[in-house]
C-alpha cells in the first residue's frame, strides 16, 4: 500500500509541476484537476488503510468541489476569450 501512496504522491508533484510550468491556462487548469483527483485517491487510500470513513466523506466533498471549480474555470475562459468577427 505504501507503494500506491507514494505513486500517487508522485502525481500530485507532477500535478504540481504542470500548473507552474504550464503555458497556456488550459494546461493550468488540467493541472488544477490532476491535482484535485490525486487528493482524492490519497484520501481514499488513507480511508482504506485507518479504516477511517470520514476520509471517503471527505473526499466526496473534494470531488465534488473540483467539479463545481472545473466547471467555474471554464465559464471564466469562455467569457474572457474575444468573439470572432462575423462581418470579416
Do not use: C, K
Amino acid at each position: 500500500m505504501i507503494y500506491l501512496f507514494s505513486f500517487i504522491l508522485l502525481t500530485g508533484g507532477a500535478g504540481l509541476w504542470r500548473i507552474g510550468h504550464a503555458a497556456t491556462t488550459a494546461d493550468r487548469l488540467l493541472g488544477i484537476q490532476m491535482l484535485g483527483s490525486t487528493g482524492i485517491a490519497a484520501l481514499i487510500i488513507l480511508a482504506q488503510w485507518q479504516h477511517t470513513p470520514i476520509w471517503r466523506d471527505v473526499a466526496l466533498v473534494l470531488a465534488l468541489l473540483a467539479a463545481v471549480i472545473a466547471a467555474a474555470l471554464v465559464q471564466l475562459l469562455r467569457n474572457n476569450t474575444p468573439e470572432e468577427n462575423i462581418d470579416g
